[in-house]
Protein backbone atom coordinates (compact mmCIF):
# COMPACT_ATOMS: atom_id res chain seq x y z
CA UNK A 1 0.00 0.00 0.00
CA UNK A 2 1.82 3.38 -0.77
CA UNK A 3 2.77 5.36 2.61
CA UNK A 4 1.16 8.45 4.10
CA UNK A 5 -2.05 7.96 1.70
CA UNK A 6 -4.97 6.93 3.91
CA UNK A 7 -7.07 4.01 3.04
CA UNK A 8 -10.10 2.40 3.47
CA UNK A 9 -11.43 -1.04 2.68
CA UNK A 10 -15.06 -1.45 1.74
CA UNK A 11 -16.25 -2.66 4.61
CA UNK A 12 -14.71 0.59 6.51
CA UNK A 13 -16.36 2.29 3.67
CA UNK A 14 -19.86 0.83 4.20
CA UNK A 15 -18.98 1.87 7.85
CA UNK A 16 -18.08 5.10 7.98
CA UNK A 17 -20.47 6.14 4.89
CA UNK A 18 -23.70 4.08 5.55
CA UNK A 19 -23.91 2.49 1.97
CA UNK A 20 -24.17 -1.43 1.20
CA UNK A 21 -21.16 -3.34 0.95
CA UNK A 22 -22.74 -4.95 -2.15
CA UNK A 23 -23.47 -1.59 -3.39
CA UNK A 24 -19.98 -0.22 -2.48
CA UNK A 25 -18.16 -2.80 -4.08
CA UNK A 26 -20.66 -3.00 -7.32
CA UNK A 27 -20.09 1.36 -7.64
CA UNK A 28 -16.02 0.56 -7.10
CA UNK A 29 -15.70 -2.31 -9.50
CA UNK A 30 -13.98 0.39 -11.94
CA UNK A 31 -12.28 2.21 -9.38
CA UNK A 32 -8.40 1.77 -9.38
CA UNK A 33 -7.65 0.11 -5.60
CA UNK A 34 -4.41 2.21 -4.25
CA UNK A 35 -3.52 -1.09 -2.69
CA UNK A 36 -4.28 -4.22 -1.10
CA UNK A 37 -4.51 -4.96 2.65
CA UNK A 38 -5.36 -8.32 4.01
CA UNK A 39 -5.41 -9.52 0.90
CA UNK A 40 -8.48 -7.33 -0.12
CA UNK A 41 -8.06 -3.92 -2.18
CA UNK A 42 -8.01 -0.58 -0.46
CA UNK A 43 -9.31 2.79 -1.93
CA UNK A 44 -8.31 5.87 -1.00
CA UNK A 45 -11.45 8.46 -0.23
CA UNK A 46 -10.79 10.68 -3.48
CA UNK A 47 -11.24 7.71 -5.98
CA UNK A 48 -14.51 6.44 -4.23
CA UNK A 49 -15.56 9.46 -3.56
CA UNK A 50 -15.42 9.97 -7.57
CA UNK A 51 -16.45 5.96 -7.85
CA UNK A 52 -19.51 6.36 -5.91
CA UNK A 53 -20.41 9.98 -6.98
CA UNK A 54 -20.25 8.44 -10.82
CA UNK A 55 -22.36 5.72 -10.27
CA UNK A 56 -25.05 7.61 -8.45
CA UNK A 57 -25.03 10.19 -11.39
CA UNK A 58 -25.92 6.97 -13.56
CA UNK A 59 -28.82 6.54 -11.77
CA UNK A 60 -30.12 9.96 -12.03
CA UNK A 61 -32.23 8.97 -14.94
CA UNK A 62 -36.18 9.73 -14.42
CA UNK A 63 -38.15 12.43 -12.33
CA UNK A 64 -36.82 15.54 -11.43
CA UNK A 65 -37.66 13.94 -7.16
CA UNK A 66 -35.25 11.29 -8.40
CA UNK A 67 -32.55 13.60 -9.92
CA UNK A 68 -32.62 15.51 -6.74
CA UNK A 69 -32.53 12.52 -4.07
CA UNK A 70 -29.27 11.49 -6.35
CA UNK A 71 -27.88 15.11 -5.87
CA UNK A 72 -28.30 14.88 -2.08
CA UNK A 73 -26.93 11.68 -1.41
CA UNK A 74 -23.88 13.04 -3.44
CA UNK A 75 -23.66 16.07 -0.99
CA UNK A 76 -24.25 13.40 1.74
CA UNK A 77 -21.28 11.49 0.73
CA UNK A 78 -19.08 14.56 0.13
CA UNK A 79 -19.94 15.77 3.57
CA UNK A 80 -19.13 12.37 5.01
CA UNK A 81 -15.71 12.02 3.47
CA UNK A 82 -14.62 15.70 4.44
CA UNK A 83 -16.05 14.85 8.16
CA UNK A 84 -13.42 11.70 7.79
CA UNK A 85 -10.67 13.58 6.72
CA UNK A 86 -11.60 16.04 9.83
CA UNK A 87 -12.01 19.38 7.38
CA UNK A 88 -15.56 19.82 9.48
CA UNK A 89 -15.67 19.78 13.71
CA UNK A 90 -17.92 19.27 15.83
CA UNK A 91 -20.00 22.74 17.27
CA UNK A 92 -19.65 20.38 21.27
CA UNK A 93 -15.98 20.12 20.25
CA UNK A 94 -15.57 24.15 19.45
CA UNK A 95 -17.60 24.85 22.39
CA UNK A 96 -15.80 22.63 24.64
CA UNK A 97 -12.49 23.63 23.77
CA UNK A 98 -13.57 27.44 23.67
CA UNK A 99 -14.56 26.86 27.42
CA UNK A 100 -11.38 25.35 28.32
CA UNK A 101 -9.27 27.73 26.30
CA UNK A 102 -11.07 30.73 28.80
CA UNK A 103 -11.16 28.70 31.58
CA UNK A 104 -7.31 28.17 31.16
CA UNK A 105 -6.71 31.57 30.53
CA UNK A 106 -8.77 32.86 33.68
CA UNK A 107 -6.29 30.94 36.23
CA UNK A 108 -3.38 32.11 34.63
CA UNK A 109 -4.50 35.55 34.75
CA UNK A 110 -5.59 35.22 38.36
CA UNK A 111 -2.60 34.00 39.57
CA UNK A 112 -1.19 37.57 38.57
CA UNK A 113 -2.21 39.31 41.73
CA UNK A 114 -0.25 36.83 44.30
CA UNK A 115 2.57 36.30 42.03
CA UNK A 116 3.77 39.97 41.88
CA UNK A 117 2.57 41.81 45.02
CA UNK A 118 5.56 40.29 46.95
CA UNK A 119 7.72 41.10 44.21
CA UNK A 120 6.89 44.97 42.97
CA UNK A 121 6.77 45.86 46.74
CA UNK A 122 9.41 48.07 47.14
CA UNK A 123 10.82 48.53 43.55
CA UNK A 124 10.99 51.45 41.30
CA UNK A 125 8.39 52.17 38.96
CA UNK A 126 10.52 50.87 35.77
CA UNK A 127 11.76 47.60 37.76
CA UNK A 128 8.01 47.02 38.72
CA UNK A 129 7.18 47.71 35.50
CA UNK A 130 9.83 45.18 34.24
CA UNK A 131 8.50 42.47 36.55
CA UNK A 132 4.88 42.69 35.25
CA UNK A 133 5.76 42.26 31.72
CA UNK A 134 7.99 39.37 32.40
CA UNK A 135 5.28 37.40 34.34
CA UNK A 136 2.88 38.89 31.65
CA UNK A 137 5.05 37.65 28.65
CA UNK A 138 5.59 34.16 30.80
CA UNK A 139 2.05 33.81 31.36
CA UNK A 140 1.15 33.92 27.46
CA UNK A 141 3.92 32.01 26.75
CA UNK A 142 2.02 29.43 29.13
CA UNK A 143 -1.03 30.12 27.51
CA UNK A 144 0.23 29.86 24.13
CA UNK A 145 2.13 26.48 25.06
CA UNK A 146 -1.01 24.81 26.17
CA UNK A 147 -4.53 26.54 25.10
CA UNK A 148 -6.55 24.22 26.39
CA UNK A 149 -5.31 23.94 29.98
CA UNK A 150 -4.19 19.80 29.34
CA UNK A 151 -0.57 20.35 31.25
CA UNK A 152 -2.43 22.40 33.99
CA UNK A 153 -1.02 21.72 38.01
CA UNK A 154 -2.47 19.23 39.89
CA UNK A 155 -3.98 21.11 42.88
CA UNK A 156 -2.10 22.27 45.81
CA UNK A 157 1.44 22.43 43.15
CA UNK A 158 2.58 25.49 42.54
CA UNK A 159 1.27 27.31 39.23
CA UNK A 160 2.74 30.16 39.17
CA UNK A 161 5.23 31.18 36.34
CA UNK A 162 9.09 30.85 37.03
CA UNK A 163 10.51 33.50 39.08
CA UNK A 164 13.94 34.48 37.85
CA UNK A 165 15.10 35.87 35.07
CA UNK A 166 13.10 36.65 31.82
CA UNK A 167 13.72 37.49 28.35
CA UNK A 168 11.57 39.73 27.14
CA UNK A 169 11.51 40.92 23.78
CA UNK A 170 10.14 44.77 23.70
CA UNK A 171 7.75 45.77 20.76
Known amino acids: M ?14 RLGYDRRSLSKWLSDAQPAGTEGGHPVYRLED ?8 LQKGKRGSAARE ?24 VDVERDTGL ?16 APQVVGVTIPEAEQLLREWVQTALGELHND ?23 EH
Open 2 to 15: PENIESFSINALST
Open 101 to 116: MIADARRVLEQGPTAL
Open 147 to 169: PLGEKAVAPGASAEPPAGNFSVT
Open 48 to 55: AQAAISKA
Open 68 to 91: RLVNLQADKLAFQIATMRREYVLV
